[in-house]
């Protein structure tokens, strides 16, 4: 542990900060999917504005961010860390979108997948995207 505060500290104040807000989002977005439904949290959070912060870096920074501080939220699936980090682009004046996917595994059991696409590229660490059928998109409602 110690050593992981080292490194923390060790990071600019800008990284620190972004690393922080990530883990902030992170577990925010937990407890919202513990207590509110899906729909009416997704309803809610796609009127969000987008917000600049200074000074934005890549949109593959912001969702490193989510990811390294998601190993610290017990419970931060791809749902989670694809809101968290809808929320972070956002702030950060990057386009995001929420995009979820389906498929059938090998024993024909059905699984789901989210994950973020900003500028039209995928920028959620590399799980297979492309085993999973992309579900529609209704409209701008999933794009901040």
């Known amino acids: 542990m110690l050593i992981r505060l080292k490194k923390f500290l060790s990071l600019e104040r800008y990284d620190q900060r972004i690393l922080l807000e990530a883990l902030a989002l992170l577990i925010w977005a937990r407890l919202l999917l513990w207590i509110v439904p899906f729909p ?8 969000r504005r987008v ?3 200074a000074p934005p870096k890549d949109p593959q920074y912001y969702m490193n961010s989510i990811e390294r501080a998601a ?3 017990p419970g931060a699936s791809c749902l989670t860390q694809s809101l968290a980090a809808r929320w972070l682009l956002a702030h950060s004046g990057h386009d995001a979108t929420l995009r979820f996917g389906a498929r059938r595994n090998s024993a024909g059991k059905f699984e789901a997948h989210a994950w973020i696409e900003s500028n039209g590229q995928i920028i959620s660490r590399p799980t297979p995207h492309a085993e999973f059928s992309p579900l529609p998109s209704s409209s701008s409602d999933n794009k901040l």
């Open 40 to 47: 009416a949290l997704h309803r809610r959070l796609s009127h």
């Open 51 to 53: 917000r600049k912060i």
């Open 71 to 73: 190993r610290y939220v």
